[in-house]
T-cell receptor, first 111, second 110 residues
Framework: SQTIHQWPATLVQPVGSPLSLECTVEGTSNPNLYWYRQAAGRGLQLLFYSVGIGQISSEVPQNLSASRPQDRQFILSSKKLLLSDSGFYLC??????????FGQGTRLTVV | GQNIDQPTEMTATEGAIVQINCTYQTSGFNGLFWYQQHAGEAPTFLSYNVLDGLEEKGRFSSFLSRSKGYSYLLLKELQMKDSASYLCAVRDSNTDKLIFGTGTRLQVFP
């Protein structure tokens, strides 16, 4: 069976510090991978989308970047965090055209 | 582009039936998904519609009309544990991206 791991679960970081959130998928190959952000009480905003190694689609201009160094690994990064980067970050995977499955999420608080 | 609309909040009584609507406008359509999200948790998959009609899964049913750009999620025999946010999402056939609406927060009262 397929599983998705996302860590850490919670993170408190000072403004201006770097960020690295990691997501890995097991039990499948060549998944579509997603990073979403959810502000408190709001919907999911698609940040990055990847259909293969090194193929990243950025949805909104922002302070974040994503990389896919391996087939089942998706990394969300920032060089310098802003207060507005606080939120609930969710990694997800799907097979082409099928439903997406989410990791546990990372609650990021920038202070 | 994509536009997905849902009501922000709804309330209902335990044991009742509630219908959560979702309207969408996308450049290409390849399926509509419903997710449930409890506070502080990740969304979990509920249902999938790609053809017109009703899909039933236990107490939950989802309906799709592609010509109207419309879907609804029907929850029967409501239980307190059904209090959650319900997210409508559409897959864009041109990009294969999964785009979410803002979600509907449902509160079930005794």
């Amino acid at each position: 069976s397929q599983t998705i791991h996302q860590w850490p679960a919670t993170l408190v970081q000072p403004v201006g510090s770097p960020l690295s959130l990691e997501c890995t998928v097991e039990g499948t190959s060549n998944p579509n991978l997603y990073w979403y952000r959810q502000a408190a009480g709001r919907g999911l905003q698609l940040l990055f989308y990847s259909v293969g190694i090194g193929q990243i689609s950025s949805e909104v201009p922002q302070n974040l970047s994503a990389s896919r160094p391996q087939d089942r690994q998706f990394i969300l990064s920032s060089k310098k965090l802003l207060l507005s980067d606080s939120g609930f970050y969710l990694c997800a995977w799907s097979r082409e055209s099928a439903e997406a499955f989410f990791g546990q999420g990372t609650r990021l608080t920038v202070v | 582009g994509q536009n997905i609309d849902q009501p922000t909040e709804m309330t209902a009584t335990e044991g009742a039936i509630v219908q959560i609507n979702c309207t969408y406008q996308t450049s290409g359509f390849n399926g509509l998904f419903w997710y449930q999200q409890h506070a502080g948790e990740a969304p979990t998959f509920l249902s999938y519609n790609v053809l017109d009609g009703l899909e039933e899964k236990g107490r939950f049913s989802s309906f799709l009309s592609r010509s109207k750009g419309y879907s609804y999620l029907l929850l029967k025999e409501l239980q307190m544990k059904d209090s959650a946010s319900y997210l409508c999402a559409v897959r864009d056939s041109n990009t294969d991206k999964l785009i979410f609406g803002t979600g509907t927060r449902l509160q079930v009262f005794p």
